[in-house]
């Protein structure tokens, strides 16, 4: 074969090497894009989004969607440059999103875990903002505290040291000027128990806190006797908490807390009902929109971002807490415009 040929036959093995490289060879990143936005005050196939059991609700109008973040893994090298050249995804290193110590089972777990943890703190941040009382439970126990193996988690937490506790700030206030070596009294009740007292010796905790240790990190949930169910297949994370607040308060409340329109948006929410940022929110925003959002509910530290991204259309509402968020929706209710980034 003359220096043409082979010439010719280096160039096309090259290129199928190339192909074959770009189309079946994994690179190290993910596409993040839109993902699926659900209503709130919807249905998840045929089961509502919330449900609530044992306590009368109102009829909801419009739309509260919460919004997701698409993150397609295993991607080629022709796929990751197909997805990022669409202008709806942009790449970011897989080891973000899928760390190299951990499986995807536990990744998978974690992300389940932040989701219900979400659902439980948007029941608390919204009976609490309705008046509800609420109660004081035993959260984590710290191993080898003086509380380990006298208290369980789901315990509540009557009084302390003689002190009542009604919230986690008063056990810590309950504590303040002991010290190591002192026993204190600790009331409690078990599930549907009577109340118990148990005596326990605290112990020395960190170098910053000179008082005694008990070792309990006590959370809040509503004291109530209905029940509420959040059904939602397949979603992980904690930022659909702010949009699941708003629904359980608009289903417990006469009329509609939207004014009938499609709002969508997005925010961790705290138990006292701050709203935390969240990431992923252009992609957010533009979901949002393509399913009829006309009204998109920003947390404060994500104004900047969102605003220099917004989709055609779409009202920025800027909420730093659920008072905020209700006036927003307040607003849109009486035909004003809401605060805006």
Wanted: with cysteine; charged share 20%.
């Amino acid at each position: 074969m003359n220096r043409r040929t082979w010439t010719l036959l280096t160039s096309v093995v090259l290129v199928v090497a190339f192909g074959l490289l770009g189309a079946f060879v994994r690179v190290p990143y993910v596409a993040l894009g839109p993902g699926p936005t659900y209503d709130t005050l919807g249905l998840d196939g045929d089961q509502p989004v919330i449900s609530i059991e044992g306590q009368q609700t109102f009829p909801t109008g419009g739309h509260l969607n919460m919004t997701t973040v698409s993150v397609t893994d295993q991607l080629s090298m022709f796929g990751a440059l197909g997805l990022w050249a669409s202008g709806r995804y942009a790449l970011a290193p897989r080891d973000l999103y899928f760390p190299p110590d951990k499986s995807e089972q536990e990744i998978e777990q974690e992300n389940t875990e932040a989701f219900n943890d979400s659902q439980t703190t948007a029941e608390t941040a919204a009976l609490r903002y309705l008046g509800y009382p609420m109660k004081v439970l035993v959260g984590q126990i710290v191993k080898g505290s003086p509380a380990d193996g006298v208290l369980e988690p789901g315990d509540r937490l009557r009084a302390a040291n003689g002190q009542p506790v009604t919230d986690p700030q008063s056990l810590r206030a309950a504590l303040t000027g002991t010290k190591p070596g002192d026993r204190v009294e600790i009331r409690f009740q078990r599930g549907d128990e009577p109340e118990q007292v148990a005596a326990v010796q605290l112990a020395a905790g960190p170098a910053d806190q000179p008082q005694g240790f008990l070792g309990v990190a006590a959370i809040e949930r509503p004291d109530v006797d209905f029940d509420i169910k959040i059904s939602l297949a397949d979603v992980g994370g904690p930022s659909a908490g702010l949009m699941f607040t708003l629904a359980i308060i608009d289903k417990l409340t006469p009329g509609e807390l939207n004014g009938g329109q499609f709002v969508a948006g997005t925010g961790e929410i705290t138990p006292q009902g701050e709203v935390n940022p969240i990431g992923g929110i252009p992609f957010k925003m533009v979901k949002a929109r393509e399913a009829g959002a006309t009204t998109f509910l920003v947390p404060a530290d994500n104004c900047a971002e969102a605003k220099a991204q917004a989709p055609e259309g779409l009202q920025l509402a800027k909420v730093g807490n659920l008072q905020e968020a209700t006036k927003a929706l307040d607003d849109l209710r009486a035909g004003k415009a809401p605060a805006s980034c």
